[in-house]
C-alpha cells in the first residue's frame, strides 16, 4: 500500500508543479493598527465557550505506526475573513519539527496548498545538536511578519510574506543568517526551557509571552520590546512570570480583546488526558494574570498546544470572528505517539459577574481522531537537500527531494534553482556542486515557491 502510494504520488508530482504555477499570492495582516483601548472593567471576568463541537483542519494519514500532527497553532485574522495558520509540524527528512503555513478561507471551504515556512538552519545553533523549529509564535508590524519558535531556547525570523520563507533570523545583533535565540534559559540544567513564545503589540510596545519550564512547572513569563525599532530583539526587558505554573500544562497564547480591554490568554492543562481543557486567564496590564474561566464543554478529549485567532497585531476586534484551535489524541487510545488530528472551533467570547471555577459541570465529546483520505494528486509542502552538509573535494551530484504533507519524499530533478552560494568556493552545474577553492559557502535551493538551504564545504 504505502510503496503504491509514493509511486502514485510519484507519477503526479508534475500536477502539482502546474497547479502551483496559477497558485496566486494574497497579502495578508490587512487590518489597520489597533486604536488604543481603555482598561476593561475589573469586576467583569471574559468567559469564552464553543458552542458546538467543530471541525478538523488536519487529519492525519491512516497508515499503521506513522505519526503525523500539525499543534501548537498561531492564527491571523484578515480582512476577508481568510485566517492565515502556523503550526508544528513533523519535520521532513532529519527535521524533527518544522513549521508549516496554510490559510484558509472564511468558511473553511478552501484553502492555500500548505508550504513549510520555517525551518532549522543547517550548521547553526537552531540546527545543533537538535534541529528543531516548533511552537510557532506569530505578529506582524512595521511590514514584516515575525515568528518566534522554540529551539531549546527562543528564535524568531521575519518574512514580508506569510508562507515565507523565513529565512532572515535574528542573529543577536541584526538579521542575517546564523541565528541567536532571543529569550535564554539559564535555569536548572534539564528541564524544557524558554520556548513556546506569542505576541501582542500595544501601541509602540511588543509584548512577548513565553514559556519558562524548570523544575517548579511551566509558568508563564512575559517581556516587552520597542516595535518601533526593526532591531526590537535588542531592545527587550524581562519582567518575569506572569502567569504560575500550569496543572500539567503547555504554552500559553495571549490576545489583546480589544472590546472587553484587557488580554486574553488561553492554554491547556492536564493535556494528554481525558480530563484536559483549556484555560482562560485575562490581565489588565500584560504583567499580572488572574484565573477567569475553563474550556471544555464540546471539546477532545487528551487536547494539548492550543491557540486563539486575532489580528496582525494580537487584538480581537470587536465583531471579529474568534477561532480556537489545538491538536488532539481524542477518546480512542490507539495509536502511534503523535499522531494526532487538529481540531478548530469557532468560539464566542462574553463577560461574566465572576470566574468559572467549577469544573465538574463540564463535559467533553467523545470524538475520534479520524484518519483523513489519501490525496492522489500530492501536496508537496517543502524541499530540502538529501544533506545538509556537504565536505568535498571534487565534484559531487546531490540529490535534492521533496516532502509532501504526509512524509513521503521524492526525488527532483528539473526545475531547480539554486543561489546566494559564493561563486569563489564552488559552482552549481545542475545538481552538480562544483569545487572552485577551499571554503564553506551555504547554497540556497527553491522549487516552485518552496525553499531550502544546505552548506558546502570545499576541502583542499
Given amino acids: 500500500m504505502e510503496t503504491m502510494y509514493q509511486i502514485v504520488k510519484t507519477i503526479l508530482v508534475v500536477v502539482f508543479c502546474i497547479e502551483s504555477l496559477f497558485t496566486p499570492k494574497i497579502a495578508g495582516g490587512d487590518y489597520p493598527p489597533s486604536e488604543p483601548v481603555a482598561s476593561g472593567d475589573e469586576t467583569k471576568y471574559v468567559q469564552i465557550t464553543a458552542p458546538d463541537e467543530g471541525f478538523d483542519v488536519f487529519q492525519p494519514v491512516g497508515f499503521e505506526g506513522y505519526a503525523g500532527y500539525r499543534y501548537g497553532q498561531t492564527m491571523i485574522l ?20 518544522v513549521v508549516n503555513y496554510k490559510r484558509y478561507s472564511a468558511d473553511f471551504k478552501k484553502s492555500t496548498k500548505e ?6 538552519t543547517a550548521g547553526t545553533y537552531d540546527y545543533d545538536p537538535v534541529p528543531c523549529a516548533c511552537d510557532p509564535g ?19 525570523a521575519r518574512s514580508r510574506n506569510p508562507e515565507g520563507p523565513f529565512f532572515e533570523k535574528w542573529t543577536g545583533d541584526g538579521w542575517g543568517v546564523n541565528p541567536a535565540p532571543i529569550i535564554t534559559y539559564d535555569g536548572t540544567p534539564g528541564y524544557f526551557g524558554a520556548a513556546e513564545p506569542c505576541f501582542v503589540v500595544m501601541g509602540d510596545t511588543l509584548y512577548i509571552f513565553y514559556t519558562w519550564w524548570d523544575e517548579h512547572g511551566p509558568a508563564t ?9 526593526e532591531n526590537w530583539p535588542a531592545t527587550i526587558v524581562h519582567h518575569g512570570e506572569c502567569i504560575p505554573p500550569k496543572d500539567s500544562g503547555d504554552s500559553a497564547d495571549v490576545k489583546f480583546v480589544d472590546e472587553y480591554g484587557r488580554f486574553v490568554a488561553v492554554f491547556t492543562e492536564r493535556r494528554f488526558t481525558d480530563n484536559s481543557y483549556v484555560a482562560v486567564w485575562e490581565s489588565f496590564d500584560g504583567m499580572t494574570f488572574r484565573r477567569s474561566g475553563f474550556i471544555r464543554d464540546n471539546t477532545c478529549k487528551k487536547l494539548h498546544n492550543c491557540g486563539i485567532s486575532g489580528r496582525a497585531d494580537g487584538h480581537i476586534g470587536k465583531g471579529d470572528p474568534v477561532y480556537l484551535s489545538y491538536a488532539y489524541a481524542g477518546a480512542d487510545t490507539t495509536g502511534s505517539w503523535a499522531n494526532w488530528g487538529t481540531r478548530m472551533h469557532k468560539v464566542t467570547l462574553s463577560l461574566a459577574d465572576a470566574p468559572m471555577v467549577d469544573l465538574s459541570t463540564l463535559t467533553h465529546s467523545d470524538v475520534v481522531v479520524t484518519p483523513r483520505k489519501v490525496s492522489v494528486v500530492p501536496e508537496v509542502t517543502a ?20 516532502f509532501d504533507t504526509d512524509g513521503f519524499c521524492f526525488p527532483l530533478l528539473t526545475d531547480l534553482r539554486f543561489d546566494g552560494y559564493d561563486k569563489s ?5 545542475g545538481t552538480c556542486i562544483v569545487p572552485v577553492s577551499p571554503g564553506d559557502t551555504r547554497v540556497y535551493v527553491h522549487w516552485h515557491g518552496l525553499s531550502d538551504s544546505f552548506v558546502v564545504h570545499v576541502t583542499e
Fill in 78 to 97: 484578515n480582512t476577508d475573513g481568510s485566517l492565515d495558520v502556523w503550526s508544528a509540524s513533523n519535520g521532513p527528512g532529519d527535521y524533527i519539527d
Fill in 115 to 120: 508550504v513549510t515556512a520555517v525551518t532549522p
Fill in 138 to 156: 506569530v505578529i506582524k508590524f512595521g511590514g514584516w511578519y515575525y515568528i518566534a519558535y522554540s529551539t531549546n531556547m527562543t528564535c524568531v
Fill in 221 to 229: 513569563r512575559v517581556a516587552t520590546a520597542d516595535a518601533t525599532d
Fill in 383 to 402: 524541499v530540502k537537500a538529501e544533506q545538509l552538509s556537504y565536505t568535498i573535494n571534487k565534484s559531487k551530484v546531490i540529490m535534492i527531494m521533496a
Fill in 425 to 429: 568556493v564552488i559552482r552549481m552545474v
